[in-house]
C-alpha cells in the first residue's frame, strides 16, 4: 500500500496545536518527532514543539531520523514550516545536555516554561490547543512544584474551578468521578453533588468539543449488579440515583446507575456517548482494554482545550526509537478536532 494511500483528512484546527516539551529525560521528544514522521498519513494538522531546539536536534542524531528541526519565532509560523519541518518554539531555559533515561531536576524549570507558554498561547488563541508530554513528577516535586500533577496545574493556570479527566478510545469515552485515591478514600468522597457537577460538565464538553447536540450518559453503578436492589450496599440508591434524576432534570438523557460489569461490550455502548465510573480503574481499565497504546487522555471544564498521550515517560524506552507514537498521534488529531468543534460553536453562538 503507498503512502498516499493511507493518508487521511487532518482535523481543522483554528490555529497550530501547541505540544508541550513534557521531561526531557523521557519519550515525549521521540515520539514528537515520530508523529511528525507520520503526520500525513496520520492526517495531523500542524502542531509545534515548545522545547529546546539543541536538544531535539541531538536526539535526531542519536536516533538517525531524517527530522528537520526548525525553530520559529511565533505559532502561526508553524503552519508554513509543518510540512517540511518540525516546527519548534524555542525555551527561555535551556536542556540540550538532559540525557534519555536520567531524571535531572535541573530541568524542571524547563518543563513548567513549556506548559506555562503553551497555556498563554491557547488563551490568547495563538495555539488552538494544547496537547502535553508525559511528565515526571518526582523530578519536579524536589525542584519545589507545588501542584499534584499536569491537571491541578493547568487548573490553577486557567483559573478552572473543577478541571475533569477524560479517557477517549475508539468506541468509548469513560469519564472517572473520583480519581487517584485509594478506593476506601474515594468510596467515602462519592457525593450525590460530585456525581452531578462531574456529570454536568462531561455533557458540556460533549456538546462544545465533540459537536453532540444531545449527548447521553451512561452512569455505572458502585457495588456488584449496581447493589442488587440494595441487596449489596446503599450507595446507587442513596448517593448515584439521585445524582441520576438531578441531571434528567436539566434535560440531560442519562441511563443508571448501571452494572458496571454489562455497560461496556460494544453492544451496549451504542447506547450513550459517555460513561462515567465511580472510581479510576471503573472508567479506566475498559479503555485500556480497547487500546492500550492509542488511548487519549482529554481534560474536561477548562477553558482551553487539553489532550495528552494516555501513557508515562517510559524512562526505560527513552533514546532507543522503540517507542510508540500512537498515543500522541491520537492525542493531536483530538485536541485539533475539539478545537475546531469549540472555534464553531462560539461562531453560532454570535
Not at 173 to 189: E, K, S, Y
Not at 258 to 264: G, S, V
Request: with cysteine; net charge negative; charged share 20%.
Amino acid at each position: 500500500m503507498s503512502a498516499s494511500s493511507r493518508e487521511t483528512t487532518p482535523p481543522v484546527a483554528p490555529a497550530p496545536i501547541a505540544l508541550t516539551m513534557g521531561e526531557p529525560a523521557g519519550i515525549g521528544g521521540e515520539i514528537a518527532l515520530a508523529a511528525w514522521l507520520r503526520r500525513v498519513e496520520a492526517g495531523l494538522a500542524p502542531f509545534f514543539l515548545i522545547d529546546d531546539p539543541d536538544r531535539l536536534a541531538r536526539l535526531v542524531e542519536r536516533l538517525g531520523w531524517g527530522v528537520e528541526i526548525a525553530p520559529i519565532e511565533a505559532p502561526q509560523a508553524a503552519v508554513e514550516t509543518f510540512p517540511r519541518a518540525l516546527p519548534v518554539l524555542p525555551l527561555a531555559e535551556r536542556c540540550a545536555d538532559a540525557v534519555p533515561g536520567r531524571l535531572d531536576r535541573a530541568y524542571a524549570p524547563a518543563v513548567v516554561e513549556s506548559i506555562e507558554r503553551a497555556v498563554g498561547l491557547a488563551e490568547t488563541g495563538a495555539a488552538g490547543a494544547i496537547v502535553t508530554n508525559p511528565i515526571h513528577k518526582s523530578a519536579l516535586y524536589e525542584a519545589g512544584f507545588a501542584h499534584p500533577g499536569h491537571t491541578e496545574f493547568l487548573a490553577h493556570l486557567t483559573g478552572a474551578a473543577r478541571p475533569v479527566m477524560m479517557l477517549v478510545a475508539p468506541g468509548l469515552r469513560a469519564v472517572p468521578v473520583t480519581i487517584h485515591q485509594a478506593l476506601a478514600d474515594a468510596i467515602a468522597g462519592l457525593s450525590t453533588e460530585l456525581i452531578h457537577e462531574t456529570g454536568r460538565i462531561v455533557a458540556d464538553a460533549l456538546v462544545r468539543d465533540f459537536a453532540i447536540p444531545t449527548p447521553r450518559l451512561a452512569v455505572a453503578g458502585l457495588n456488584p449488579h449496581a447493589g442488587e436492589g440494595g441487596a449489596l450496599g446503599h450507595e446507587e440508591i442513596e448517593v448515584i440515583a439521585p445524582a441520576v434524576e438531578r441531571l434528567r432534570a436539566e434535560g440531560i438523557a442519562v441511563l443508571g446507575p448501571l452494572p458496571a460489569d454489562t455497560m461496556f461490550h460494544a453492544e451496549a455502548r451504542e447506547g450513550y456517548d459517555a460513561a462515567l465510573g465511580m472510581y479510576h480503574d471503573q472508567a479506566l481499565i475498559p479503555v485500556k482494554t480497547l487500546d492500550f497504546h492509542g488511548g487519549v487522555n482529554m481534560t474536561l471544564g477548562l477553558p482551553i482545550v487539553r489532550t495528552s498521550p494516555d501513557h508515562g515517560t517510559a524512562l526505560s524506552l527513552a533514546g532507543t526509537g522503540t517507542a510508540r507514537p500512537d498515543s500522541l498521534i491520537a492525542a493531536l488529531r483530538l485536541a485539533a478536532e475539539a478545537a475546531g468543534n469549540r472555534a464553531r460553536a462560539a461562531e453560532s453562538v454570535r
